[in-house]
């Protein structure tokens, strides 16, 4: 099924780059900077994704001087390998919320969806950032008696919450369906064309960006928080964990669950594209939209999810070809690219004071297939609690909160499967597979005198050999062959061939073998 020949997909440190990301490497690169170490910033805000990016514009115009710490560069991370639907709906159905939030708490929700659509149109046109953002219908369909019962639900839901929604004839998919639901008024863009939208006006208004800045661990003393990366030490007075999953362990790595999810960019041969944003109620689900790159219309085909490091990607990435191929009279794919996300356990993000953390540390994370919207508010909400001016959210987005989780009961599946994890990687698996049967540009575990050891064969045939335990939390990394990465079924850290670390929540790279085997 693989067309390669069509595919120009770029591979960057373990990552398949999204189009936006080849199409424009968000920002002008201002690189590594070395600051002055004595500066005490306001905030040092950790990540430049759009929750970052968000959050250091509106302080930076608030009055508050404040620097960005990224590990990689601007849009490195999933909002430079998002689809970029921008929604008044969410992945949590509104009924869902109110099952576990009640009716207020459905409510609420639905003010922060909206708040942070609203949010983005403001900025673009606050700063004229010129990033395809486009007004579509977006439709929702069933194709089973139970995906009605879901339509149904959502239907009601939204309603209640008095977000506009009607029932649809007419879809514009070649699929059979059997009911539909339509949303005006949703949007899409160019993620990372507004990403560097924001950060110019960021820039203009004195803030400082630092990109191949890891950030290891935040210190405290003297109301003073010290930022600690391998270069240098940034000095700030509150912190934001904008890194989409906060570094290390912490109590987030049992609330939300890393998903990965695919998207190909095709070109169909009829050259008629859907005007609109499309979506099934599959298990995994599948989505539809078209964008126009580099001035060549294009079919974005997306989902398959699955948790980070418990299946093949590359089996993935096929059967999305296949579906594709079945619906669509496909004439080349143009891209493909996967990203991340992680799902939280009561179905709501978590945005606000980081739990067992000292004062003045902040965070947000949980966003499910939303973070377009929940990032957006994400960012003017830790804006507004730097400030001290509070926020309606602050309660029901409370990192800290303990919610009953009964109506979600993929997620207790999924904290099993963690637990199951935790146990089975400190005990050893035999591996009988030698290294002379991995093949060039393969990845494997094998096991050399009673150790194991994660594996990769080269194109020029060498062999890179590192620890697979993780280094966040010790769980054994498996191997990504379509992204050529080692990745941890635990909490979705992920680490390139030679160990270096791609996604948090792990800081630290996995050790290399010093013993390295031979070719
Ligand atoms: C395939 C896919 C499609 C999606 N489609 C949609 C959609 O259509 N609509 C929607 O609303 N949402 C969608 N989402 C979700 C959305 O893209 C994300 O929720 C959102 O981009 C997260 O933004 P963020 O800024 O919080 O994190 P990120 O964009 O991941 O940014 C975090 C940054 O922090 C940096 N970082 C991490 N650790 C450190 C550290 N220790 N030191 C320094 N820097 C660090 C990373 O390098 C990264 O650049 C999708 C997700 C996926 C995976």
């Not at 539809?288 to 001035?295: F, L, S, T």
Request: include cysteine; hydrophobic fraction near 35%.
């Amino acid at each position: 099924m693989k067309t390669p020949d069509t595919i120009t997909t770029i591979e960057r440190d373990g990552c398949l780059q999204s189009p936006w990301q080849q199409n424009l490497q968000a920002g002008n690169s201002p690189g590594k900077k070395i600051i002055n170490a004595l500066a005490v910033y306001d905030c040092a805000i950790v990540g430049a994704g759009i929750s970052g990016l968000t959050a250091a514009i509106l302080l930076q115009r608030s009055g508050k001087q404040t620097i960005v710490l990224e590990a990689h560069t601007v849009g490195f991370g999933t909002t430079g390998g998002t689809s970029a639907h921008i929604n008044t709906f969410a992945d949590t159905t509104y009924n869902e919320a109110e099952k576990v939030f009640g009716e207020g708490g459905a409510h609420l929700f639905a003010d922060a969806i909206n708040e942070g659509f609203n949010l983005i149109k403001q900025q673009i046109d606050q700063y004229k950032i010129d990033c395809d953002y486009e007004v579509k219908q977006g439709y929702l369909y069933a194709e089973t008696d139970e995906e009605i019962e879901i339509l149904e639900d959502i239907y009601k839901g939204a309603l209640k919450v008095g977000i506009p929604v009607v029932y649809e004839q007419d879809v514009p998919t070649p699929v059979a369906y059997q009911k539909a639901l339509r949303f005006d008024g949703q949007a899409q863009f160019h993620p990372l064309k507004y990403l560097k939208g924001l950060e110019e006006a960021y820039l203009s208004a004195g803030g400082t960006i630092l990109e191949n800045t890891l950030v290891e661990k935040v210190d405290n003393g003297d109301g003073v928080f010290s930022v600690v990366s391998a270069e240098q030490i940034t000095r700030a007075r509150s912190i934001i964990y904008a890194t989409h999953m906060p570094p290390n362990i912490n109590v987030f790595n049992f609330e939300c669950a890393p998903y990965r999810s695919y998207v190909l960019a095709v070109k169909l041969k009829s050259g008629k594209y859907p005007d609109a944003l499309i979506y099934d109620c599959q298990e995994p689900y599948h989505y539809v939209r078209a964008h126009q790159i580099d001035g060549e219309p294009l079919l974005l085909i997306g989902g398959l999810d699955h948790k980070t490091g418990h299946e093949d990607s590359e089996k993935a990435f096929d059967e999305l070809e296949k579906y594709a191929r079945k619906y669509y009279n496909v004439s080349s794919i143009k891209y493909r690219w996967s990203s991340q996300y992680y799902v939280p356990v009561d179905g709501l993000p978590y945005i606000g004071k980081m739990p067992f953390a000292q004062d003045s540390i902040y965070c947000a994370t949980g966003y499910n297939g939303n973070g377009m919207m929940l990032g957006s508010i994400a960012g003017k909400m830790l804006c507004d609690l730097v400030t001290g001016k509070g926020s309606k959210y602050e309660k029901i987005f409370d990192p800290a909160r303990i919610k009953p989780i009964d109506g979600f009961s993929e997620f207790v599946k999924e904290n099993a499967d963690v637990a199951y994890h935790f146990v089975a990687d400190r005990f050893g698996i035999h591996e009988t597979d030698s290294l002379k049967r991995l093949a060039a540009g393969a990845g494997k575990l094998i096991e050399v005198d009673g150790k194991k050891i994660a594996t990769y064969r080269d194109e020029d045939g060498v062999i890179h050999a590192v620890s697979p335990v993780c280094t966040h939390a010790g769980c054994i990394v498996n191997w990504n062959g379509a992204e050529r990465s080692w990745d941890c079924p635990c909490h979705g850290a992920r680490y390139d061939i030679d160990g270096r670390v791609i996604t948090g929540p792990a800081t630290k790279g996995l050790s290399e073998i010093s013993n390295s085997p031979g070719k």
